[in-house]
């Protein structure tokens, strides 16, 4: 087997489901030599996050925004998000979703509001826990807006070739270096 | 109070043509941010806190409406 390292895949929800595009993911990784065969059970941990039984060394992630697809995948936990920024009710949100470091941020830095939303997702899709009542008791920023490097995990934001922003989270371990893979 | 319902999601994802069957993954393809923005939406026209944990369990538009009900929210 091909020793890999962080694979991000991008497809289109235009062509193919998101099921289908994961699935053709993971062919083209078997293709490569990633992986040794094609994952099929795929389950839910009790706080739902995905991943394959029968391949739990495998660790995934997967984002949409519109018709944009992402999917990360690593030896070890993961998360992503995509978010094409657009007109939303951002103060409410963050008076209800961030911590209060993070609105004191954006109340002086409203372009902000997108780098925080997806880094805070991508941190709860990495821990596994999902949006829950933890989300807004966490700030993924310091009091300089500089994203935090926590206790085993790390922020890398990034742009899609197709212009979305968003933010991974890796395991602190991982190298941030990624090669990209377009599914269309 | 179902057309309340679907206008509200109307509004905030420019969807139409939606039932309580209608799930918001599957069908709209919304993502997390989206239902956070109707949920946003939802609290507004309310007055009411829908709690956080059960976004994750939204996944039809019926399960807004049973959540609602079950607030005591009525038209």
Known sequence: ?184 | MIEKILAIITEVTGQQQLTLQTDLVRDLQLNSFDVVNIIIAFENEFGIEIETQQIRHIQKIKDIADYLEKQGVHD
């Open chain 1, 1 to 184: 087997m091909t020793e890999a390292g962080l694979r991000l895949f991008s497809g289109s929800l235009d062509s193919l489901s998101s099921a289908g595009l994961l699935q053709k993911a993971l062919k083209r990784q078997v293709d490569m030599g990633i992986l040794p065969f094609v994952p099929t059970e795929r389950t839910l941990t009790p706080k739902g996050k995905p991943y394959f039984a029968d391949l739990p060394a495998m660790h995934f992630s997967i984002s949409h925004s519109g018709q944009q697809w992402v999917c990360l995948f690593a030896s070890q936990p993961v998360g992503i998000d995509i978010e094409q920024p657009r007109r939303c009710r951002e103060e409410a949100i963050a008076r209800r979703f961030f911590h209060p470091l993070e609105q004191a941020w954006l109340a002086k830095h409203p372009q902000a509001f997108f780098p925080i939303w997806t880094a805070k997702e991508s941190y709860v899709k990495w821990s596994g826990c999902g949006i829950d009542s933890q989300f807004s008791q966490f700030s993924v920023i310091d009091e300089h807006g500089a994203l935090c490097q926590g206790d085993g995990y790390q922020f890398i934001p990034f742009v899609t070739k197709k212009g979305t922003p968003g933010t991974m989270c890796l395991s602190a371990s991982l190298s941030e270096r990624y090669q990209t893979y377009e599914l269309d």
